[in-house]
């Protein structure tokens, strides 16, 4: 028996909007929706997630509490990476890092692609650098 796998059946809650986040998980089988709730805790369902999706990563890396919700949607199983192991894979496993950044990467596009069918953005924020571009330049240059 792998102790870092756990079953979540259709209908159970994994985690809730605003709690602390202590692990991410990765989807052996089964099928999860991720919801937003709106300020009268109406949930909407924003993205479905299936085999070998990632979620709850977001909190690991900035230490935010939850910004979803998360049910299983059909019985699901998951494979559970606590803080300390999603550290070490961070930090030592060049794979996980890059499907890290590729699955950011597709969740980021998906958004940006609901955000365009909403409205227009605001052109003066895509003016502005962020703090990455100093990443690779030296001082004085």
């Not at 909007?17 to 919801?35: F, M, N, R």
């Not at 990476?81 to 996980?96: D, M, V």
């Not at 609901?114 to 703090?131: F, M, Q």
């Amino acid at each position: 028996m792998d102790h870092n796998l756990t079953t979540f059946y259709k209908g159970e809650i994994i985690f809730l909007e605003g709690q602390s986040s202590s692990c991410a998980y990765i989807i052996d089988s089964g099928l999860v929706g991720v919801y937003r709730e709106d300020s009268l805790g109406n949930r909407s369902l924003v993205r479905k997630l299936g085999e070998k999706d990632m979620f709850g990563e977001m909190g690991l890396i900035d230490k935010y509490p939850r910004s979803a919700t998360t049910i299983a949607l059909q019985d699901t199983r998951c494979m559970t990476i606590e803080r300390s192991r999603f550290n070490y894979l961070t930090k030592f496993n060049p794979h996980f890092v890059t499907s890290l950044i590729k699955s950011l990467t597709e969740k980021l596009r998906s958004t940006v692609t609901k955000l365009n069918k909403i409205g227009p953005a605001n052109k003066a924020t895509l003016r502005d650098k962020t703090s990455l571009t100093k990443l690779f330049h030296k001082k004085g240059e």
